[in-house]
């Protein structure tokens, strides 16, 4: 456990009367929500966050960022939550002009901006003050479609038996 804490270089957080390792993207979220004065499912909305980062939503067919401004392409509300969640990923954390980027760095982005996404939309801090957690309750709380909600529970049930 403490070579994990070392490699992670992670705050501890207390939950449930344990303990639990945040890696730096759950840290960066938790500070990101913590600043937005964001700390309960129901205040996560695509207009709450991109007001308080003074970003602009604008639907058009395809997703994508543009400086200060997120494009979503219409769709369910858990959808254009997910997507909002992927781009403002690549507005916070990502430089450059994908056109010009080579297709392996590319690749990289997006797989940041989707890992960022699940965290972002269902963060670690607001999962762990959840009790009876299930696929549903996700679903629920956070606004996420079934397969997205499967995949954050795994992914939080795989870093829980990781660090017991």
Known sequence: ???LFCTLKSNIHSINGGFSLYTHLED???DLYEFMKINEPVQLSINNV?????VKVVYRKKNFRF????????????????????EIGHY????????????????LQEYQANH????????TFMLCDTSDLSVYKIMDLF???YGFACRRLEMHQ?????IR
């Open 143 to 145: 606004n996420v479609e």
């Open 28 to 30: 960066y979220i938790y």
């Open 50 to 54: 991109a007001k308080k980062l003074k």
């Open 116 to 123: 960022f996404a699940y965290h972002f939309c269902v963060p």
């Open 158 to 162: 795989n870093k829980l038996l990781m």
């Open 67 to 86: 400086y200060n401004e997120i494009i979503l392409n219409q769709g369910t509300k858990q959808q254009e939550w997910q997507s909002f969640g992927h």
């Open 92 to 107: 916070l954390r990502h430089y450059g002009n994908q056109l010009r980027m080579h297709r392996l760095f590319i690749d």
């Open 1 to 3: 456990m403490y070579a």
